[in-house]
């Protein structure tokens, strides 16, 4: 990139062009192709960075250009969806969460006899730790009885 006052005297002294004045006696800037050959080469590195062909009739083409470079901020991480599988897992690994993302969210129930259900991945299966509580009475002191739990299926 470079400043019309790297390849023009006339420019102002902050290199910037200027309409010049006639009654001042200070003359326009001249319009040299150094200037506008660096402008657009800007703007064709952009198109061709996105991996688009520059076309003669697409007025937004640096603004697509713009869009497939950078993420969206309308729906977040929407963009690496479409991305595949492999840019799923480098979004995942770069954000330190690995695998573990891929287990799922704790669901359950608090109530006075509840559960919850962790998920996790152990040696790279998804499983499930399930807990249960609740409390229950017995009639005999020391001895011993079977309850039947019914688990949550999921």
Known sequence: MLRIGQVET???S????????VAGGVAATR??????????????????SAGLVLSIDDQTQVLTGLKKLFLSRLN?????????AAAIATCLANLGLGNIALAGVCTG?????????????ISGAKK???????LTTTNTAGSGSAYTTTLPVA
């Open 14 to 21: 902050d290199d910037k062009y200027t309409d010049g004045s």
């Open 31 to 48: 319009l040299r192709a150094a200037a506008f050959n660096a402008i657009q080469e800007e703007l064709a590195n952009i198109v061709e």
């Open 109 to 121: 129930s608090q109530a006075f006899a509840g559960y919850i259900t962790i998920p996790m991945i």
């Open 76 to 84: 977040p991480f929407a963009d690496i969806a479409t991305d595949g």
């Open 10 to 12: 006339t420019a102002t």
């Open 128 to 134: 499930n730790l399930i807990i249960q509580w609740g």
